[in-house]
């Protein structure tokens, strides 16, 4: 059991009349387990692939089954309030998903090394930080499904580092869908690999195949 | 939209986070809205205690502020009755600031919380209900503050507070029909934005916050009485000042008028939700 998108479609409305569609009909279909990176060129929809997935868009057709709890997605932008320091931040997503504040807080303070930080405006925070406290918050809480927005990037590699250490520990009773435009980021977290272009989704088994694949784009 | 069958967990499942399944949707809401609330009041009040004063504090203040002027500027005339203009005015506007907090903010309401619907768990609907369920239990505190005040200070206790009560509750209960529909309309026209602050001024002199139907020639009192926020106010200064006064209210009507308010708020709500930009 885990993640299903059946002919997922997805438009807006563009300006001065007619639509414009980004995702024309995706199927997918990931399990626990599985880190599975999808690659696109910029615009080629990976973030609101990502959105759908995560449920802040609802797709224009197509369904979505989620039968695993599924992160928000973790990328610069979005789920923090900015005037609300970090530790704030963190006391409200535990208590959204029912998880103790306290424990969580520690937890987030241990993982994210952000020191003083944490007691200070999130508007304030590099956007490495900012990549870190998502991470951290995110593991905290303990989902099934990780989703990723190119967001590894802006952490050091230090963080990088200990971020893949802690998935690698949960590896297999979690998933990670990952989309970036980087193959070696593919290549650094993912079993699988899929590239989104035209709109729709292929898979490729073969983590090498997809790369060269890509690389032909 | 999940499927039945194949929600079922598997074992492994059991220490994960709970998906909002159909039957603790109700729990996870109140989870939600309960965050909110707290999140909203470290927001608009700072973390230190006497921060959450400021809740009560500013509508009261501007309340008595009003109501003094309103008491000055009508020396000699005044009211037609035996209760000082003061108290008339003071009780009226304690409940009229919620209107103004819930249905004048309503155009933001979601602007400022965006970043929060990223978590799938938060709906727009939910910011809605906590910011309202604060405002009126912040108007429940005022109305009660005033009420005292009236109290001490002219010997006037309450004829009935559970009238007071209602009369909260039906106010509120309007408001929040009306700001789902402020809401959603803002979410597909801009300019309903700037429709709402003309709505607030020119509901001010006709809302029955400063007058009494009593005090209006005959035809001007049916047409007044059209207003539901009329019989509202009627309500609350029949709870505090009784047979002193003679009020005209309808409590059905009003009930009506915020039922069929909440159920238009809603359809717009749903309406618009799929055009909701997160951020």
Same mark, same amino acid.
């Not at chain 1, 306290?102 to 007691?119: D, I, K």
């Given at each position: 059991?885990?993640?299903?998108?059946?002919?997922?479609?997805?438009?807006?409305?563009?300006?001065?009349?007619?639509?414009?569609?980004?995702?024309?009909?995706?199927?997918?279909?990931?399990?626990?387990?599985?880190?599975?990176?999808?690659?696109?060129?910029?615009?080629?929809?990976?973030s609101t692939?990502l959105r759908i997935?995560a449920g802040v868009e609802?797709?224009?057709?197509?369904?979505?089954?989620?039968?695993?709890?599924i992160s928000w997605p973790l990328g610069f932008g979005g789920a923090f309030q900015g005037a609300l320091t970090g530790a704030d931040n963190v006391r409200f997503i535990a208590r959204i998903y029912?998880?103790?504040?306290?424990?969580?807080?520690?937890?987030v303070?241990?993982?994210?090394?952000?020191?003083?930080?944490?007691?200070m405006p999130f508007a304030s925070y590099s956007s490495?930080m900012r990549a870190r406290l998502a991470f951290a918050v995110s593991?905290?809480v303990?989902?099934?499904?990780?989703l990723v927005d190119e967001a590894?990037?802006p952490?050091?590699?230090?963080?990088?580092?200990?971020?893949?250490?802690?998935?690698?520990?949960?590896?297999?009773?979690?998933?990670?869908?990952?989309?970036?435009?980087?193959?070696?980021?593919?290549?650094?977290?993912?079993?699988?690999?899929?590239?989104?272009?035209?709109?729709?989704?292929?898979?490729?088994?073969?983590?090498?195949?997809?790369?060269?694949?890509?690389?032909?784009? | 939209?999940?499927?039945?069958?194949?929600?079922?967990?598997?074992?492994?499942?059991?220490?994960?986070?709970?998906?909002?399944?159909?039957?603790?949707?109700?729990?996870?809401?109140?989870?939600v809205i309960?965050a909110l609330i707290l999140r909203e009041l470290h927001i608009r009040?700072?973390?230190?205690?006497?921060?959450?004063?400021?809740?009560?504090?500013?509508?009261?203040?501007?309340?008595?502020?009003?109501?003094?002027?309103?008491?000055?500027?009508?020396?000699?005339?005044?009211?037609?009755?035996?209760?000082?203009?003061?108290?008339?005015?003071?009780?009226?506007?304690?409940? %009229?600031?919620?209107?103004?907090?819930?249905?004048?903010r309503?155009?933001n309401g979601l602007a400022g919380n965006r970043p929060l619907l990223y978590h799938r768990i938060v709906t727009p609907l939910d910011l809605l209900y906590a910011r309202?369920?604060?405002?009126?239990?912040?108007?429940?505190?005022?109305?009660?503050?005033?009420?005292?005040?009236?109290?001490?200070?002219?010997?006037?206790?309450?004829?009935?507070?559970?009238?007071?009560?209602?009369?909260?509750?039906?106010?509120?209960?309007?408001?929040?029909?009306?700001?789902?529909?402020?809401a959603?309309?803002v979410e597909?026209?801009?300019?309903?934005?700037?429709?709402?602050?003309?709505?607030?001024?020119?509901?001010?002199?006709?809302?029955?916050?400063?007058?009494?139907?009593?005090?209006?020639?005959?035809?001007?009192?049916?047409?007044?009485? %059209?207003?539901?926020?009329?019989?509202?106010?009627?309500?609350?200064?029949?709870?505090?000042?009784?047979?002193?006064?003679?009020?005209?209210?309808?409590?059905?009507?009003?009930?009506?008028?915020?039922?069929?308010?909440?159920?238009?708020?809603?359809?717009?709500?749903?309406?618009?939700r799929?055009h909701i930009q997160v951020d």
């Amino acid at each position: 059991m885990g993640l299903e998108l059946v002919n997922v479609r997805k438009s807006y409305p563009r300006r001065g009349g007619g639509v414009h569609e980004v995702l024309r009909g995706v199927n997918a279909r990931i399990r626990r387990g599985e880190a599975v990176g999808i690659l696109g060129r910029n615009g080629a929809g990976k973030s609101t692939l990502l959105r759908i997935v995560a449920g802040v868009e609802r797709p224009s057709s197509g369904v979505v089954r989620r039968a695993m709890s599924i992160s928000w997605p973790l990328g610069f932008g979005g789920a923090f309030q900015g005037a609300l320091t970090g530790a704030d931040n963190v006391r409200f997503i535990a208590r959204i998903y029912g998880r103790p504040v306290q424990r969580t807080l520690e937890v987030v303070e241990s993982f994210a090394e952000l020191g003083e930080y944490l007691r200070m405006p999130f508007a304030s925070y590099s956007s490495g930080m900012r990549a870190r406290l998502a991470f951290a918050v995110s593991l905290a809480v303990d989902f099934d499904c990780y989703l990723v927005d190119e967001a590894i990037a802006p952490a050091d590699a230090r963080f990088a580092e200990k971020f893949r250490a802690a998935f690698a520990e949960r590896a297999r009773r979690s998933a990670l869908i990952l989309v970036t435009h980087s193959a070696a980021t593919v290549r650094a977290y993912c079993t699988r690999a899929a590239i989104l272009d035209g709109g729709t989704l292929t898979f490729y088994e073969d983590l090498d195949e997809a790369l060269a694949t890509y690389n032909l784009l | 939209m999940r499927s039945g069958a194949a929600a079922r967990p598997d074992p492994a499942e059991a220490a994960a986070v709970p998906q909002p399944r159909p039957r603790e949707g109700w729990r996870v809401q109140r989870r939600v809205i309960g965050a909110l609330i707290l999140r909203e009041l470290h927001i608009r009040f700072g973390r230190r205690n006497l921060g959450y004063l400021w809740l009560f504090a500013e509508p009261l203040l501007l309340g008595l502020a009003v109501s003094a002027m309103h008491a000055l500027g009508a020396r000699g005339a005044g009211p037609r009755s035996a209760i000082s203009v003061f108290a008339f005015f003071a009780v009226g506007y304690s409940l %009229y600031y919620m209107f103004r907090a819930v249905v004048g903010r309503a155009a933001n309401g979601l602007a400022g919380n965006r970043p929060l619907l990223y978590h799938r768990i938060v709906t727009p609907l939910d910011l809605l209900y906590a910011r309202h369920l604060l405002e009126a239990a912040a108007c429940v505190m005022v109305v009660a503050l005033v009420s005292f005040g009236v109290t001490v200070v002219q010997g006037l206790a309450p004829d009935d507070p559970i009238k007071m009560l209602a009369a909260v509750a039906l106010m509120a209960w309007l408001c929040h029909g009306l700001a789902l529909l402020v809401a959603a309309g803002v979410e597909r026209w801009e300019m309903v934005e700037r429709l709402t602050h003309p709505l607030i001024y020119l509901q001010l002199p006709i809302s029955g916050a400063f007058f009494l139907v009593d005090w209006l020639p005959g035809p001007m009192q049916e047409l007044a009485l %059209y207003n539901p926020t009329v019989h509202v106010f009627e309500l609350l200064r029949d709870g505090q000042f009784g047979q002193r006064i003679r009020t005209t209210y309808d409590i059905g009507y009003v009930a009506a008028c915020a039922a069929a308010l909440q159920f238009l708020g809603l359809c717009a709500m749903h309406a618009v939700r799929p055009h909701i930009q997160v951020d």
